[in-house]
């Protein structure tokens, strides 16, 4: 198991310092959750913070774009130093021609949807991806509670995934802690977000380690 902590719950103030704890507790992805707003009800931040973290780390970054009509905004993100960026299907009229942009930019194209939208959209695409999010809250926040229903959707793209011998990564985001982390491991998840649960640890080696099953 991955473990990809959101840096929504990080201590900005003290960012770089954040980034180096993350590198020493031997996370997997970044996770950098952008919010514009429009698509949620709540923002974040963008590129100019994430040119400055790419300068300073060599951690995988998985950009997660919570933001209307991505398009607009995918090379910027590319360029600013994301290794994965993944849209939502409610997004875009063109959730295909999204991910062909991510991937002509030399980038991993990862694709989401939230927890009201059935796993069937996502079908049409799910051969050219790299990655799949699973939303297990309604995005915009950090903090919210795991919504256990959507666990359904990881198991669909770990069948999908086997019987059509596609190698796209799952990945799980939002509400995750050490018991709802067992019911995606279960289901077939292979990364798992955490904001609030594992900034909440002094120690980020313990989290980690929890969510990675060890
Ligand atoms: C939700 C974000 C998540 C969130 C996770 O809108 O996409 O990445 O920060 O936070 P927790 O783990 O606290 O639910
Ligand atoms: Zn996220």
Redesign the pocket.
Known sequence: MKVAP?L??CDFLNLQQEIQRLEAAGIDYI?F?V?DGTF?P?ISFAFPLLNQIRAITDLTIDT?L?VQDPERYIEAFANAGSDIITVHVEATNHIHRAIQQIKALGKKAGITLNPGTPIESLVPVLKDVDLVLV?T????????RFIESCVDKIQFLNDFRQNNDLSYEIEV????NETTATLCSNAGADVL??????FNHDDLSIPTAILRGE
Do not use: E
């Open positions: 959101s929504l719950s996770h959750d919010m949620v709540n997660h919570m939303m809250v309604n995005p915009g926040f950090g903090g919210q985001d939002g509400g995750v977000v955490a904001g609030s649960y594992f």
